[in-house]
C-alpha cells in the first residue's frame, strides 16, 4: 500500500472546513487542470484525468467534524482511497489532512507516485486558498 498526504492549517472553523469538504460537488474547486469531464452530486464524483484513467468516487464514509473517506463507485485501474481528515488545533483553526492510500504494484508506483503526491499537495493548496 502506497500512502499520499499532507496537511495545511486553515483560519477558519472546523465545521465551515467540514461541510465544504463532505459536498462532493465542492471537489471540483479543488482539481488541477488536468482533470476534465466532471460531474458530481454531494456523495459521487466522476472525471477523467488526462492521459490516465477516468474515476467515479463516492462516499463511504462521513464522522461530521472529523472525516470523509471516498472509494471508487466503479472498477478503477488499482485500489483507492481517499481521506479527509479536520481537527481544531485551536479555536478558529482547522488542520486538513488529505490522503490518498493506493494499491499499487511496483510498476504503477514508479509511475503514478509522483503524479498521486502532486494531486495531494494541489488540493491542499487550493483548499487554502478557496478557504483564505
Not at 6 to 17: D, F, G, I, W
Not at 36 to 47: I, K, L, M, V
Not at 76 to 104: N, S
Amino acid at each position: 500500500m502506497a500512502v499520499f498526504q499532507n496537511s495545511v492549517t486553515l483560519h477558519k472553523p472546523l465545521a465551515e472546513v467540514y461541510a465544504f469538504l463532505a459536498d462532493l460537488n465542492n471537489h471540483e474547486q479543488l482539481m488541477p487542470d488536468n482533470i476534465y469531464n466532471w460531474t458530481s452530486t454531494a456523495d459521487e464524483a466522476r472525471f477523467t484525468i488526462q492521459n490516465m484513467a477516468k474515476l467515479a468516487l463516492k462516499v463511504s464514509q462521513r464522522i461530521e467534524n472529523e472525516e470523509i473517506v471516498c472509494i471508487p463507485a466503479e472498477e478503477a485501474p488499482f485500489a483507492v482511497t481517499l481521506r479527509w481528515k479536520v481537527e481544531e488545533p485551536e479555536a478558529g483553526q482547522t488542520k486538513a489532512t488529505f490522503i490518498i492510500d493506493a494499491e499499487l504494484n511496483m510498476m504503477m508506483k514508479m509511475l503514478a507516485s509522483g503524479p498521486l503526491q502532486k494531486q495531494v499537495d494541489h488540493q491542499l493548496n487550493t483548499l487554502k486558498e478557496k478557504l483564505a
